[in-house]
């Protein structure tokens, strides 16, 4: 199946760190964040991986380069001049996917923990049998119409619009998890050029020309990553749940640290902390942890340090005697 993952973003809640690096390469438990969208994929055979770029495009290649992708086919699609939005950026991509059948598009910063391993194979299987211009994976979320803008369905889960406020003949709003599979028809109803919306301007088009387009609901723990307060709370989540029992999160997490590290990853306590670190990081055992801390392969941190819920990219040096806490270290 093919596979587009939007990574042209330019993470701008996620400044200054996105300065530096594209979201997608954001470090998330010693992995970028790429890696948690394409574990969700697990166990689906991807022929041809396409990438859309423009912000920071030479370390989206890079990134892409070197994870454990799985496809048959890496291709970038690059934006220039301007980021062409989800609609935009796939018009651009289509000829990748001419007469390839249905394919899954989704977001390259996702972090999902699914409590059926075999989900995404059955989302598939309905799209198929219901022969939908798009069906949109979602969940139930106390949020939706609040914080987040919803899907919403009539009674049979025909997708009637997208938004906060209520649509006539909706009974009930879903969030949008930011996956969705998509008939090869969508190109059909997509502008050829020039930015676009996928949601409005391709399914909503479709449905407005008599096309179906569907939600799957399944349960999920997913995260909101999009600013630093968010993604350390997710990261802290996380690492109280890999030292946690054994259940449907702590599997989904190390499935994708088994397959996307390249060393070996250490989850323990160490005093009244929490630590996450690649067994290629140096840790100096005169420091002074609390709340959590995570570190990436060729880390490595001085002593005398005193650290706080603290997530710390590959490579980083991190002199004698800093002192962080609630932030990111690249």
């Known amino acids: 199946m093919n596979v587009m993952l939007l990574a042209a973003g330019e993470g701008t809640r996620l400044r200054p760190y996105t300065n530096q690096l594209p979201k997608p390469a954001i470090p998330f438990l010693t992995l970028p964040l790429a890696a948690h969208s394409l574990g969700f994929l697990q166990g689906v055979t991807i022929d041809k991986l396409v990438v859309n770029t423009y912000h920071l495009p030479e370390k989206i290649h890079s990134l892409f380069q070197r994870i454990n992708h799985g496809a048959r086919e890496l291709i970038y699609s690059d934006e220039v001049g301007e980021i062409l939005g989800s609609g935009g950026g796939l018009s651009r991509a289509r000829s990748f996917f001419k007469d390839g059948g ?54 049979n889960g025909n997708i009637k619009g997208f938004g906060k406020s209520k649509i006539e003949g909706c009974d009930k709003a879903w969030h949008f998890i930011g996956v969705q599979i998509l008939s090869e028809r969508i190109f059909d109803y997509l502008p050829k050029e020039g930015v676009s919306n996928i949601l409005y301007d391709g399914v909503m088009a479709g449905v407005a020309k008599g096309e179906k387009a569907n939600v799957f609901l399944f349960e999920c723990t997913w995260f909101e990553t999009g600013n630093p307060t968010d993604l350390i709370e997710a990261s802290k989540y996380c690492v109280n749940v890999l030292l946690g029992d054994e259940g449907h999160e702590r599997q989904a997490l190390e499935k994708t640290l088994a397959q996307f590290s390249t060393a070996k990853v250490i989850t323990q306590k160490f005093n009244q902390a929490q630590l996450q670190f690649s067994s290629e990081a140096v840790i100096n055992n005169e420091t002074n942890f609390s709340g959590f801390v995570c570190a990436g392969p060729g880390t490595v941190i001085g002593k005398n340090c005193t650290l706080e819920n603290v ?18 270290l690249l």
């Open 102 to 155: 249905d394919f899954i598009m989704m977001n390259a910063d996702e972090v999902i923990l699914p409590k059926d391993s075999e989900v995404l194979k059955k989302a598939i299987a309905q799209h198929r049998a219901s022969g939908a211009l798009s069906t949109l994976m979602v969940m139930d979320h106390h949020e939706v119409g609040t914080k987040f803008g919803g899907v919403w369905t009539d009674s």
């Open 311 to 328: 997530i710390i990219g590959d490579g980083v040096h991190v002199a004698d005697g800093t002192a962080a806490n609630n932030t990111i």
